[in-house]
């Protein structure tokens, strides 16, 4: 069955509908460089963090330098670390021996721009740029889509047709972001194979308000899938 992760969260309120509707993972986007409506201070997602309850993973999603994202690990104490920038392979391969032996595993998103299908990476090719990536110590990949407007949360599908390609080849677990809602999310499972889903903006009223209703539809719509 495949697994999901409900990214974004702000609010006790937030974590409480994620774990109800069976959400497997909570994303919390920790003073990520660049503003978007879910940013939170480390000390917040800390608190949060701390509330999520056993057999529910955690995962910070963060950019930037290295120091400043090790140090936001270390503070949060997340499962998971997911860099979500232009990270080179030097610069993830740095996070993962800094966090070596804390138990926080590195996860990395490869950003695809959701207009050419090109990786935001030093090989354009979505998987080239994975290929790569399985060789830099982290432990799965997110694919998401990226436009001019926002580096994350776009509501832009990507082509599933070619990372289901993508997907055959990969040994690391992949797991699918970019434009995915209730509505849609079964098709992209079903037709890429993920071992995961990743949603954020798919399940707002608004830009930064979860709806609980929306949540438990998404989770009930992946978790139908076999």
């Known amino acids: 069955m495949v697994r999901v992760k409900i990214c974004g969260l702000m609010t006790e309120d937030d974590v409480k509908a994620a774990v109800f509707a069976g959400a497997d993972s909570l994303g919390f986007v920790t003073e990520y460089p660049v503003s978007v409506p879910w940013n939170i201070a480390r000390e917040r997602a800390q608190t949060l963090v701390a509330s999520v309850p056993p057999f529910v993973t955690t995962t910070a999603v963060v950019g930037g330098p290295v120091e400043e994202m090790v140090s936001i690990a270390l503070k949060v104490r997340p499962h998971f670390l997911q860099l979500h920038g232009d990270e080179t392979v030097e610069e993830i391969q740095a996070v993962c021996k800094a966090l070596a032996g804390t138990g926080i595993k590195v996860i990395k998103a490869l950003r ?29 990949i997110v694919v998401d889509s990226v436009t001019e407007s926002r580096p994350a949360g776009t509501g832009v599908p990507l082509d599933w047709e070619s990372l289901r390609r993508v997907s055959e080849k990969l040994s690391l677990p992949l797991v699918l972001a970019g434009g995915l809602n209730p509505e849609n999310v079964r098709v992209a499972i079903e037709t890429v194979k993920p071992f995961g889903v990743d949603v954020i903006s798919g399940i707002e009223r608004k830009p930064g308000v979860k709806d609980p209703q929306l949540i438990q539809e998404f989770v009930n719509a992946a978790k139908a899938c076999i």
Request: glycine share 10%; hydrophobic share 40%; with cysteine.
């Open 112 to 140: 695809i721009k959701a207009e050419t299908g090109e990786a935001l990476f030093h090989v354009a090719d979505p998987a080239k740029a994975c290929q790569i990536l399985e060789q830099s110590g982290v432990s799965g």
